[in-house]
C-alpha cells in the first residue's frame, strides 16, 4: 500500500474512533492547537480546536485554499467564533455546520476580519475556512462568560 493510502486509511480509523467516542457519550480531552495542521483540508482530516483556544494557520491557494476544524460542546452554550485575517489579500471565509452538514452560520473577512456569535446546542461542529488568495489568519473560539446569578 503506498504511504498516501495509508495515511487516508489511518485518518479515516482515527475519525471512526472519534466517531464512535462522541456517539457514545464517552468524554476526551485534546491539547490545545496552536498551529493548524496540514492534513485539515477535508472534513475527514479536520483539526480540533479547544473551546478558549486559537489557532494559526496559512493557506494558498489554489493548492491550499480550504482548512478545517472541530469542537465539541457537552452543554448549550454561546460562543464567539472569530477569524482574523493576518497577512495577505484577498477574502477569508467561515462556515460553521452541524455534525450532520447543516449550516449554521457564516462570514467572511473582506474587512479584515469576521466573527460568528451562536447560543448552540451540545454537539459535534465543523468550521470551514476558504481563501480566494493566499493568506495566514487566526482562528478563535470562545465561550460566553454567563453573567454572575442574583
Known sequence: MDTLKSVRLSRWWASCVVACLVWSGI???AAPAAVASETDDTRLGAD???IGASVRGTMAPPTDSVDWFYFELE???????GLDRRE???????NLSK???EDIGD???SGGSGSLELTLAPGLYY????????ATYMLTV???KKPPSR
Open 127 to 134: 468550521i470551514e475556512l476558504t481563501a480566494d488568495a493566499a
Open 48 to 50: 480540533r480546536i479547544e
Open 75 to 81: 452543554e448549550e452554550s454561546t460562543l464567539k467564533l
Open 88 to 94: 495577505g489579500e484577498g477574502t477569508l471565509r467561515m
Open 27 to 29: 468524554s476526551y480531552a
Open 142 to 144: 470562545a465561550k460566553r
Open 99 to 101: 455534525a450532520t452538514g
Open 107 to 109: 462570514v467572511d473577512t
